[in-house]
């Protein structure tokens, strides 16, 4: 058994639940806040899908295959709750997820979280043109400097092709950097 399996054992036994629990969110709960914070901007939006991420990721435990690394599964839970977030934050706003992104990147220099300056807004507002899939891959690629099969694992796209969707986010960022 694999020291993954075994911990996953862990989580899933009542007796040993909680303690490994506790080691589950001290392990990711960086990581995943990072990774929730690129896709919906705002610290506290991200502290509550992070909270629904830990909520589901318990929930679904049992239901776990292992075909994937538990990390992967978890960032999969993390990346479906911020985009569906935003999507339910658009629709009650009556706006398009592109306007709810332009004001999340506006309000980014008013963020006590925020460390950015111009250059960051900028790149920010350059990711937000990007379709949806080009954004997730560049973030994930750029800010969280995963590795190409983790983020195929993650959202379950090949590698040639999040090479190529990271290639295309590149031009056209670079092409709005320099032409703003």
């Not at 610290?43 to 589901?56: A, E, I, M, P, R």
């Not at 800010?143 to 195929?152: G, H, N, P």
């Amino acid at each position: 058994m694999s020291e993954e399996e075994e911990f996953i054992q862990q989580l899933l036994n009542s007796k040993t639940q909680n303690e490994a629990f506790q080691k589950l969110l001290l392990t990711y709960q960086k990581p995943l806040y990072n990774h929730i914070r690129n896709i919906v901007l705002n610290h506290d939006d991200t502290d509550d899908v992070l909270q629904n991420t830990f909520v589901k990721v318990f929930q679904n435990l049992k239901n776990f295959k292992g075909e994937s690394k538990l990390f992967s599964w978890m960032y999969r839970i993390a990346t479906n709750e911020a985009i569906s977030f935003l999507n339910i934050k658009s629709k009650k706003s009556g706006i398009s997820s592109q306007t709810l992104q332009d004001k999340a990147i506006d309000n980014l220099k008013a963020d006590d979280y925020f460390d950015g300056n111009e250059i960051q807004i900028k790149l920010q507002k350059a990711i937000a043109k990007l379709p949806e899939k080009q954004q997730l891959v560049f973030k994930m690629k750029y800010f969280e400097e995963l590795k190409y099969e983790e983020i195929s694992e993650i959202l379950g796209t090949s590698v040639g092709a999040l090479k190529a969707s990271y290639h295309h986010a590149v031009k056209k960022i670079e092409s709005f950097v320099t032409s703003n």
